[in-house]
T-cell receptor, first 114, second 109 residues
Framework: ETGVTQTPRHLVMGMTNKKSLKCEQH?????MYWYKQSAKKPLELMFV???????ENNSVPSRFSPECPNSSHLFLHLHTLQPEDSALYLC?????????????FGPGTRLTVT | GQNIDQPTEMTATEGAIVQINCTYQ??????LFWYQQHAGEAPTFLSY??LDGLEEKGRFSSFLSRSKGYSYLLLKELQMKDSASYLC??????????WGAGTKLIIKP
């Protein structure tokens, strides 16, 4: 089993749809992250969970709603998205948030909002 | 504000050496990371520098000068598989990672 997995890999949704992205890590880490990656832009940190508690919400619009039921799973619930939300959404995990440990990334979900 | 600067794109020849620079202005410093990202794939960790100097790992080396707010990633004996984007990221005083936009490296035969 690879370290960090994400499903689906590709998603096309209309602006009125509701969908969820899933991330699972098999590394025994305690911190999980959602990032947005747009072409030629830096990675944008969206949310951080440390030991299942949300510790960061970087001014993300409420149409994105994270859920972390346990240290191994992370979801991103999407509703009434806008076309500018089209991007690659990356999940990552690390031993612990707020430390020097490196982050391990999943392959991402390529989201297209029509 | 916090800022990481790295060149948008670089081109190099197979077998050669290339240096990718990264300069940063951040609120504090708690380490600098380099990641490699192939098109359509996850970023993968390459190196971590927290003290000044050179860290060598096989064909890849990373250098840090904290006083200059500067790092570089040095890739030797370039191979076609090294064609990828290289991301520089700095951990600030709050231990939050600040990312650069990445440098796309194109290797030509």
């Amino acid at each position: 089993e690879t370290g960090v997995t994400q499903t689906p890999r590709h998603l096309v949704m209309g602006m009125t749809n509701k969908k969820s992205l899933k991330c699972e890590q098999h590394l025994g880490h305690n911190a999980m992250y959602w990032y947005k990656q747009s072409a030629k832009k830096p990675l944008e940190l969206m949310f951080v969970y440390n030991f299942k508690e949300q510790t960061e919400n970087n001014s993300v619009p409420s149409r994105f709603s994270p859920e972390c039921p346990n240290s191994s799973h992370l979801f991103l619930h999407l509703h009434t998205l806008q076309p500018e939300d089209s991007a690659l959404y990356l999940c990552a995990s690390s031993q612990e948030a707020g430390s020097s440990y490196e982050q391990y990334f999943g392959p991402g979900t390529r989201l297209t909002v029509t | 504000g916090q800022n990481i600067d790295q060149p948008t794109e670089m081109t190099a020849t197979e077998g050669a050496i290339v240096q990718i620079n990264c300069t940063y202005q951040t609120s504090g410093f708690n380490g600098l990371f380099w990641y490699q990202q192939h098109a359509g794939e996850a970023p993968t960790f390459l190196s971590y520098n927290v003290l000044d100097g050179l860290e060598e790992k096989g064909r890849f080396s990373s250098f840090l000068s904290r006083s200059k707010g500067y790092s570089y990633l040095l890739l030797k004996e370039l191979q076609m598989k090294d064609s990828a984007s290289y991301l520089c990221a700095v951990r600030d005083s709050n231990y939050q990672l600040i990312w650069g936009a990445g440098t796309k490296l194109i290797i030509k035969p």
